[in-house]
């Protein structure tokens, strides 16, 4: 009964993500697992946003197959969201993420979350395609090889 009730409040929360194609991502910043401050610019041209921890997953299991810069060469930030974390797991967490080697920008906002979360997908990897601030494309996938085919 409390997990229909939770289901009913994220959804009456986070109805729709604000973002859609075709209109523009505000700027943002955020800090890494190294606490060093990154930004989207008008040069970044893809995000990589995480809900669950099943997702962030899938994403590390395809950035340890590619070069550790692979992020930046592409102009591309992955995004996880800790939102939801409890405070006492949130170092756990981060201490997982440190011997990475790329760069994780951790969105610790649940107000800043609303605005990309789409809850009827938060079980999906969501890749954000931009043109100097400009949502072109927004694609989901939930396996690695979609994932390939959607960075590659």
């Keep these: 009964m409390l997990k229909i009730f939770i289901i ?3 959804n009456f929360t986070f109805i729709n993500a604000a973002i859609k194609i075709d209109t523009n991502i505000q700027p943002f910043k955020l800090l890494d697992q190294f606490d060093k401050e990154h930004k989207l610019t008008k040069d970044t041209r893809e995000v ?3 809900f669950q ?7 590390k ?7 550790s810069d692979f992020l930046a060469k592409r102009d ?4 996880m969201d800790l ?5 006492l797991l949130k170092f756990i967490v981060l201490h997982n993420l440190i011997d990475y080697k790329y760069p994780i920008l951790l969105l610790d906002d649940e107000d800043m979350t609303k605005v ?5 997908k938060c079980d999906k990897v969501m890749i954000v395609k931009l043109n100097n601030f400009k949502i072109t494309n927004i694609e989901y996938v939930t396996t690695k090889q ?3 085919k959607v960075l590659n």
Excluded: N
């Design 116 to 120: 990309y979360l789409d809850i009827e």
């Design 146 to 148: 979609e994932l390939e």
């Design 61 to 67: 299991d395809y950035l340890d197959t590619v070069e």
């Design 53 to 59: 921890k099943s997702t962030g997953h899938l994403v």
């Design 76 to 79: 591309a930030l992955f995004v």
């Design 48 to 50: 990589i946003f995480v």
């Design 8 to 10: 009913f409040i994220l």
């Design 83 to 87: 939102s939801a974390v409890p405070s």
